[in-house]
């Protein structure tokens, strides 16, 4: 695959648009070896286990369920991914598998080039293997977001970043990992959404913070979502993060900081400091704990209380 992007996927107003609007861009990667059956099942087969989440669902957010590899093979879990409610996440795969790797290094080599000012920090490519008729619900990511779609169909939801879709107390909590990434959400806003019908071959992209939701069809889907950040990107989430304190503190009434202000540069250094006499607690208990394993058989569920 000579390109990983087609000649005109950043030609015109994409470019202009990219990271601050619904972008949807052309892309070949969907065309490698790499995401075939037999493709996945080498990438399974020599990617760290641990490193590799498992959920499974329902349809609703109160069925999303977290589990754990158990005995299931390579074959096992592509063959239970297809016929069930799986979710599979190879977390930081450009970190973790040479082929991944390189193919996140064209994909940022390619965007630089056609995009000079294009700078992004710490990039994070997860590759997702998802039922038929999965579904990721409402919620929103702290970094900024690309989703190359490489097998399956799939529709995504892309909501407006005002207080009428997230609220800015639900943002901080996402920030400070008070709650997991989900937030509230009523069956009216879809009425707002822009809604993208994604094929292989098609990369879509958002605001920062954007909340969103994803649906697939009567098949299975594979997708890399291509995690970074920006300086921009950085300072708008230390922002956040310091009005969560100052919403505790001195019950500041904190907005979603749609853009960069003069309160900034004292926000920045604030979470700065804030951080470092408090810092996150990696391990502290996921809200979504491992409730099943999924072995040859399928999901086991750790008690029927946890059962979807």
């Not at 648009?17 to 075939?36: D, I, R, S, Y």
Request: hydrophobic share 40%; with cysteine.
């Amino acid at each position: 695959m000579a390109n990983v992007f087609t000649a005109q996927a950043f030609a015109g107003e994409k470019a202009k648009q990219f990271g601050n609007a619904v972008t949807v861009h052309e892309h070949n990667a969907h065309k490698m070896p790499l995401f075939t059956d037999e493709g996945l099942e080498a990438l399974l087969d020599r990617y760290p286990r641990e490193d590799i989440g498992v959920y499974a669902m329902g349809d609703t957010p109160d069925t999303w369920r977290r589990g754990r590899l158990g005995n299931a093979n390579p074959s096992d879990l592509i063959s239970m991914v297809k016929e069930g409610r799986v979710w599979l996440n190879l977390r930081a795969a450009n970190t973790k598998d040479n082929e991944v790797g390189d193919l996140a290094g064209s994909i940022l080599s390619e965007m630089r080039a056609a995009m000079p000012s294009f700078r992004p920090i710490k990039p994070d490519l997860g590759l997702i293997i998802s039922s038929p008729n999965a579904r990721v619900f409402y919620h929103l990511d702290v970094a900024r977001v690309m989703l190359f779609h490489v097998r399956g169909n799939k529709r995504i939801y892309v909501y407006p970043r005002t207080e009428e879709f997230v609220r800015a107390k639900d943002l901080e909590g996402v920030v400070t990992h008070e709650t997991e990434e989900e937030i509230p959400y009523k069956p009216d806003f879809d009425a707002g959404a822009q809604i993208i019908d994604l094929q292989p071959g098609q990369m879509v992209s958002w605001a920062q913070n954007a909340p969103h939701k994803v649906e697939n069809a009567d098949d299975m889907n594979v997708s890399l979502s291509f995690e970074y950040m920006t300086p921009v990107a950085i300072a708008r989430a230390n922002a956040v993060y310091a009005n969560a304190w100052l919403r505790k503190a001195f019950k500041y009434n904190a907005n979603l900081e749609p853009k960069p202000t003069v309160l900034w540069p004292a926000k920045v250094a604030l979470a700065r400091v804030l951080k470092k006499l408090a810092p996150i607690d990696k391990d502290t208990p996921s809200v979504f704990p491992h409730c099943f394993t999924l072995n040859k058989s399928g999901p086991v569920f750790d008690s029927e209380k946890f059962a979807i």
